[in-house]
């Protein structure tokens, strides 16, 4: 092991890099999945074909592009990497209804799962992601997944959840962050993504990936995302598959008590707290998520 914490498969001077050998690993392809009520949606695979599926399920507002930092380091070598744009999100369709219907939510997750014939894959959501990953369980159980990690994420929803769990500069910022007027909306998640979001300062190029993403997912998906009502207690405290949850100390979008609350839910979850991050830990402290993310899933087992 480096000073990085990579558990690395190769040495100095060896025959072939990491780079190289990451050039030898299946390149990023993209397919489209059909979903719940016939929303297309886009997933792309990379990585180790033959590795245990790493699901990645990406927050609010953003899409598969946020992984980056996973999805092009030492976790393709072991793992077959699989991203997805939720509806309403990035390169997938965004139907004007149906974000409120957590029945859809779950379809999607479980059409990807069916479709890409991903075999007890372990499911990593981010914020808001917290909520569909919580749908699919309440809907199809845990019998087809490995286990879940759960990254600065939300698992309950409603007016009274929200204001309990979401930090107070990100609650001032919403009735903008979700306006009609694209400009006042574009302007919000400017502000919000420079001081909201992450620990370290972004490069130009990092900022405008985030702020675009953003940017391409229409006001009235937030609407409907956040009008729904539910709090999902009885099927975190059902889990039995294992669980990691981490959160940046620095988060100033979901709070770390509301971690802590799902830490108290599902005892049997094991919390990881990064001193050094915001919201968005897997940007902010790459190596450390990756290595932490690949101790997780080892120990999980074969799949």
Sequence with gaps: ???????????????????????????????????????????????????????????GSQCSLCWKKQIHSEL??????????????????????GYADGRLWAEDIHFVIREMRLIQPVLVG???AGIPLLDYIREYGENEIGGVLF?????????????????SHTLNMSASLFSDEPMVRINTLDQWLE??????????????????????????????????????????????????????TQDRTVKLEASRRTAEIIPHSRVSLYEEAGHAVFWDQPERFNLELKEFVDSIGPS
Excluded: C
């Excluded at 001077?13 to 990023?28: A, E, I, V």
């Excluded at 990254?151 to 930090?167: I, Q, S, W």
């Design 76 to 97: 393709a070598l072991d793992y077959r990497l699989v991203t997805m744009d939720f509806r309403g999100h990035g390169q997938s369709d965004k139907p004007a209804q």
């Design 126 to 128: 981010w914020s808001f």
């Design 151 to 167: 990254a600065g994420a939300l698992t309950r929803l409603g007016r009274e959840a929200l204001t309990a769990d979401m930090g």
């Design 195 to 248: 001081q909201s979001v992450f620990y370290h300062t972004l490069t130009r190029e990092e900022h405008y990936l985030f702020l675009g993403s953003n940017v391409v997912v229409p006001a009235f998906v937030h609407q409907g995302i956040f009008n729904r009502q539910i709090t999902n207690d009885d099927v975190l405290s059902s889990m039995t598959k294992p669980v990691r949850i981490t959160h940046g």
């Design 1 to 59: 092991m480096n000073e990085q914490g990579y558990d690395s498969n190769y040495k100095e001077g060896s025959p072939m890099t990491f780079d190289k050998q990451l050039n030898h690993l299946r390149q990023p392809v993209s397919f489209t999945v059909t979903g719940g009520g016939g929303v297309k949606l886009h997933v792309e695979e990379s990585g180790n074909v033959h590795g245990r599926p790493l699901l990645f399920l990406h927050g």
